[in-house]
């Protein structure tokens, strides 16, 4: 069973209204899956970040290049 906490939290209504439209875009059940599928998204975009980062950091070495190419499932290009 999962563990649940509440929390009160504030949106401005540009950002309330977003987040009430995904819900019913995405036929999610509820806004706290809302919630939840947008940290997911965010904890998403920053593991591809830190992927981006070692990429770019062993670019220079093949090996390692190669071994970051398929972790991202892109190629890796050098930054100019």
């Given at each position: 069973?999962?563990?649940?906490?509440?929390?009160?939290?504030?949106?401005?209504?540009?950002?309330?209204?977003?987040?009430?439209?995904?819900?019913?875009?995405?036929?999610?059940?509820s806004f706290s899956a809302t919630i939840e599928a947008a940290a997911a998204a965010?904890?998403?975009?920053?593991?591809?970040?830190?992927?981006?980062?070692?990429?770019?950091?062993?670019?220079?070495?093949?090996?390692?290049?190669?071994?970051?190419?398929?972790?991202?499932?892109?190629?890796?290009?050098?930054?100019?």
């Amino acid at each position: 069973m999962t563990h649940s906490t509440r929390r009160h939290i504030a949106f401005d209504t540009q950002t309330l209204q977003f987040l009430e439209q995904y819900q019913e875009r995405h036929g999610l059940p509820s806004f706290s899956a809302t919630i939840e599928a947008a940290a997911a998204a965010l904890q998403e975009r920053e593991l591809r970040e830190g992927y981006e980062r070692f990429a770019r950091d062993y670019a220079g070495d093949e090996q390692a290049r190669q071994e970051a190419e398929a972790w991202l499932g892109l190629p890796m290009q050098e930054q100019g």
